[in-house]
């Protein structure tokens, strides 16, 4: 885009000045209060425990609410934990759950293309941020949360969202810095009120924020995709520990409405722990998971569709004497990838039908998986062999 050229009257004045201006605030007058004031402040201990308070509130108020519950309906969730998200929902800036479920359905349903509101095709700083700041087209009506139209809580949060944030998001650190400090009897109670307000505010924020944008960026560039190619979403463990485990989008894109991100036991998804805690409890309900022969099918399948192109490309780097000692490896590879279509397609018709799928089948097909990948391995070993 040639300077000259750009949207200037498309860009988000309001959105545009509160996110670099909470970024630079951060950036600048953040460190330089903690470098000049750190001995005139008292109660750092408890200025770090509501940083960390308001870091995971506002977090799950994301992630759990806005995004999980709202977005994809994955479960249902009492009044409680409604409220909850929706008032750190807003104190994290992102907008109103309406209009933020709004844009992420778009997202889901045309990802990648046009529509796609952070369309990761239109580069990495137009998905992580630039979207938010300009707009390349005038918004298109909100038509597909008529759903969430419906429910009182979500839409009183959508007409006072900005007094909500304000509110809960800096004034309430702030106040509760000053009666910890008036209670502990501390000397100066405004200036640990100023710095609640700057660490567990003002820092917070930009934390939560950039978190949040890294999903749009980051997880639809970097990262593996064991369960589909269709789209750019990516799983990414790293990101997967800044964002309360929505890292994992690759799968959260082929399964858009299960609750879990990171389903395998070892991955790191803290929001799927505390919705399964919560539903303990009996405060959320109707939590949706996605049968393990499903997941496996399209794990199957992919990797059948990867196993042959990786194969044919690896064969193909390899010198001809190479390729001959490893002819057998090669066949057999390409008979694995045909047999993992195969059960693919099987399991996808028992899914369908609802069928039982024996837990041996599951182990036996694992290991399918892990022979697929020892075979990879084998011949990357030689292609190194042979490039020495
Ligand atoms: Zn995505
Ligand atoms: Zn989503």
Redesign the pocket.
Known sequence: MKFKNFPIYRIEWVTSSFLIGTALLSLTVVPWFLWTQFDNVEGWGFIWALFIFYYYATGFGITLGY?RLF??LSFKAKWPVKLFVLLFGAASFENSALDWSAD?RIH?KHVDEDEDPYDISKGFFYAHIGWLLFRLKPKPPVTNVKDLEADPLVMWQHKYVQWIGLFVGFVTPAILGWAYATARGFANPGMTALACFLIAGLLRTVVVQQGTFCINSLCHMFGRQPYSTNHSARDSGAVALLTFGEGYHNY?HEF?HDYRNGVKPWQFDPTKWIIWTLSRVGLVQDLRRVPDSRIMAAELKEKSLTLGKDIDSLANRLDARTRELKAKTIATAHELAKELALRAEGLKEAATNKAEVAQETMVELRALLNQAAGHLEALRRADAGSAA
């Open positions: 995004h977005s994809h992420h889901h959260h858009q």
